[in-house]
């Protein structure tokens, strides 16, 4: 559900957006975003990052990890997942910097109200031969993120969410296979003056409880025309899903804006393993 508020914070709009649960805030304060993490205190980091000036992102991926074959960039590996072995319901592994993502996330974890950065290392990762450790970024963060759960093959964790590139995020169900994708926002698509991407540049996990059946992430989204703070509630199952909560916050008049958009893929192809009766 999209909920759209007046400056008095009183609904004057619902519209219903499937698998969604999204709050829209065009409001908020100036106290800037410090001490013990609270999604309030994330709105007002977005809403100060919005009336800074826009600057570029920063690209910290190698020319030869830019030149990458999407083949190649997958046998890069996280082999030493964040929480494995802690007896908890969910791990966390790391995407690196390189193919298209180029772009580094800085992540953190929550933990009794404290938010705590995560350092970058690139020792998590099993190249595969398709790299030396020394052409891995030494400093410079992660790409993006998956979430683990023990889904399909209990009580081994696989994979069930991915966080990565712009504000792309997907998730699927037991026994299903990556298709659609979702994202944080759509601005401007299909019009004459360009398509702008959003992008999440900074993730919180909330590290979860022994026995939780959801997970909690946060984010903060930036773009040179909108900033925004989301609080993502991952809930895996046969129907895996996702309740999003967004406050905006504009920099510029937006001449088209896309709530919950969906960008498809493909359902089956060759070497997908899936064959019609």
Same mark, same amino acid.
């Given at each position: 559900m999209i909920t759209f508020l007046s400056s008095n914070n009183k609904s004057v709009f619902f519209y219903g957006v499937a698998g969604l649960a999204t709050v829209l805030a065009l409001i908020g304060s100036?106290?800037?975003?410090a001490g013990s993490f609270s999604f309030?205190?994330?709105?007002?980091?977005?809403?100060?990052?919005? +009336?800074?000036?826009?600057?570029?992102?920063?690209?910290?991926? =190698?020319?030869?990890?830019?030149?990458?074959s999407p083949q190649a960039y997958g046998r890069i590996l996280d082999v030493h997942p964040l929480w494995k072995g802690q007896d908890l319901p969910f791990e966390v592994v790391f995407y690196p910097l390189g193919h298209t993502f180029v772009h580094p996330v800085q992540m953190n974890v929550i933990q009794h109200g404290q938010s705590f950065p995560l350092p970058y290392s690139a020792r998590l990762f099993a190249t595969h031969g398709v790299v030396s450790q020394s052409q891995l970024p030494r400093k410079g963060g992660y790409a993006g993120f998956s979430l683990l759960y023990p889904l399909d093959t209990p009580p081994y964790h696989n994979e069930f969410v991915s966080f990565l590139g712009a504000s792309?995020?997907?998730?699927?169900?037991? =026994?299903?296979?990556? =298709?659609?994708?979702?994202?944080?926002?759509?601005?401007?698509?299909?019009?004459?003056?360009?398509?702008?991407?959003?992008?999440?540049?900074?993730?919180?996990?909330?590290?979860?409880?022994?026995?939780? +059946?959801?997970?909690i992430i946060y984010a903060l989204l930036n773009s040179p025309v909108i900033t925004g703070a989301y609080r993502f509630t991952v809930i895996p199952g046969k129907s895996t899903r996702i309740r999003v909560r967004a406050v905006l916050y504009p920099r510029k008049k937006i001449k088209q804006l896309e709530i919950a958009p969906l960008s498809s893929m493909y359902w089956?192809?060759?070497?997908?393993?899936? +064959?019609?009766?």
């Open positions: 100036s106290t800037a975003f309030a205190n994330l709105q007002k980091s977005a809403q100060k990052l919005s +009336r800074r000036a826009w600057k570029p992102r920063p690209i910290s991926a =190698g020319q030869y990890l830019r030149r990458l792309y995020f997907r998730a699927v169900g037991k =026994g299903a296979v990556y =298709g659609t994708s979702a994202r944080g926002l759509g601005i401007d698509t299909a019009l004459p003056s360009g398509e702008i991407f959003p992008y999440f540049q900074e993730f919180w996990l909330q590290r979860p409880k022994p026995g939780a +059946r959801h997970m089956h192809g060759r070497g997908r393993g899936i +064959r019609a009766g």
